[in-house]
C-alpha cells in the first residue's frame, strides 16, 4: 500500500498546519477497515505515537491531546493530522501509517518545522 504524506512546512509557535495521508490506490472497503497512525521523529529521537484512527475511535499522545486531530475523508481516501497551537517541541517529520490484516504500510514522512 503506498501512502502519500503532504502538508509539511514551516510555521510559527502557536500556529496550525494540516497533513494529508492520501491511499489512492486502496480499495475503499479496505480504507474503511485499516487503522491509520500519525508518528512524529523529533531529529535524533526515535518516532513516537501520536494519533490513531480506528473503527470510530480515535488515540492521541499526551502531549498532543487538545491541540491535535486526527481525522478520514473516505471519499477521498485521505487522513489528516490538523495541529492547532504548535509548540518548538512538535517539530521533526511525521510519519503516516497503515495498518491491519497482512498490512503495515509506512509513508515517507513530511517535515514539519516550528519556530519559535
Known amino acids: 500500500v503506498q501512502l502519500q504524506a503532504s502538508g509539511g512546512g514551516l510555521v510559527q509557535a502557536g500556529g496550525s498546519l494540516r497533513l494529508s495521508c492520501a491511499v489512492p490506490?486502496?480499495?475503499?472497503?479496505?480504507?474503511?477497515?485499516?487503522?491509520f497512525d500519525w508518528y512524529h521523529q523529533a531529529p535524533g529521537n526515535q518516532r513516537e505515537l501520536v494519533a490513531t484512527?480506528?473503527?470510530?475511535?480515535?488515540y492521541y499522545g499526551d502531549s498532543v491531546k487538545g491541540r491535535f486531530t486526527i481525522s478520514r475523508d473516505n471519499n477521498k481516501k485521505t487522513v489528516y493530522l490538523q495541529m492547532n497551537s504548535l509548540k518548538t517541541e512538535d517539530t521533526g517529520t511525521y510519519f503516516c501509517?497503515?495498518?491491519?490484516?497482512?498490512?503495515?504500510?509506512w509513508g515517507k514522512g513530511t517535515l514539519v518545522t516550528v519556530s519559535s
Open positions: 501509517h497503515a495498518r491491519g490484516p497482512g498490512m503495515d504500510s
Open positions: 490506490r486502496m480499495i475503499l472497503s479496505t480504507f474503511w477497515g485499516t487503522t
Open positions: 484512527s480506528s473503527d470510530g475511535s480515535t
